[in-house]
C-alpha cells in the first residue's frame, strides 16, 4: 500500500505562467499548463522566546480545469487550497547541467479568503467551496458528570413523640354536704326555764 497526497494552504508567490502544449490554445482546444509558485509559512518561538518564520516555497502545477481556474483568479497574493501529488522530475538547463525539480500537481484547487489588496471578493464565476474546511473538533471535553452530592442522611425526627394521654381521670366533685335542719331557738327566759315545758 503506498500514499503519496499533499494539503497545502498557503500565498501564491506570482502571476501564474500558463502555456498551450497542443492544438489551438488560444480557442480552448489545447492542453492547457499553469504554474506559479506557493509559499507557506510556519511560525514558532525560539529557544530564547522570540517569535521565529520558517517558509517553504512549492511548485505547483495545474492542468485543465485547475489551470482554467488558475488563469482567470489566481494572482500574486491569493490564498489558495491546494490538494495534488508530489512528483519529482528531471530537466537539463541551457548550460546542459541535468537538474531535478519536485512539483506539486494539482488534483484540487480552491479560492480561499482574497487577493492581497483587493477590496471585493472573487468574480461568482470562481469554482465551488472548498473541498477541505477545517472541521470543528470531532472531540469536546465533556461536561463533568459528577457533582458532589447532597448528604442522604438527615438527623430523623423522633418517630416518638408523648401524646397528651387519651384518659383523663375526672376530677372529684365537690363534696355534696347535706342540708342542716332549722331549728328553731327555744327560749329560755330569764332564770334558763321555758315556758312551754309540759312541767
Do not use: C
Not at 530564547?48 to 512549492?58: A, Y
Amino acid at each position: 500500500m503506498s500514499l503519496n497526497k499533499v494539503m497545502l494552504i498557503g500565498n501564491v508567490g506570482r502571476d501564474p505562467e500558463v502555456r498551450y502544449l497542443d492544438g489551438n490554445g488560444q480557442n480552448g482546444q489545447g492542453n492547457k499548463v499553469a504554474t506559479f509558485t506557493l509559499a507557506t509559512t510556519e511560525r514558532y518561538r525560539d529557544r530564547n522566546g522570540e517569535l521565529r518564520e520558517n517558509t517553504e516555497w512549492h511548485n505547483i502545477v495545474a492542468w485543465r480545469q485547475s489551470a482554467d481556474v488558475a488563469e482567470k483568479f489566481i494572482r500574486k497574493g491569493t490564498q489558495v487550497f491546494i490538494e495534488g501529488r508530489l512528483r519529482t522530475r528531471s530537466y537539463t538547463d541551457a548550460q546542459g547541467t541535468k537538474k531535478y525539480t519536485t512539483e506539486i500537481t494539482v488534483d484540487n484547487l480552491q479560492l480561499l479568503g482574497k487577493r492581497e489588496g483587493d477590496q471585493g471578493g472573487y468574480p461568482a464565476a470562481a469554482p465551488q467551496q472548498p473541498a477541505y474546511q477545517p472541521q470543528q473538533p470531532a472531540y469536546q471535553a465533556p461536561q463533568p458528570a459528577y457533582q458532589a452530592p447532597q448528604p442522604a442522611y438527615q438527623a430523623p425526627q423522633p418517630a416518638y413523640q408523648p401524646q397528651q394521654p387519651a384518659y383523663q381521670a375526672p376530677k372529684p366533685a365537690a363534696p355534696v354536704q347535706a342540708p342542716q335542719p332549722e331549728v328553731a331557738p327555744i327560749d329560755l327566759g330569764i332564770d334558763g326555764s321555758s315556758d312551754d315545758l309540759p312541767f
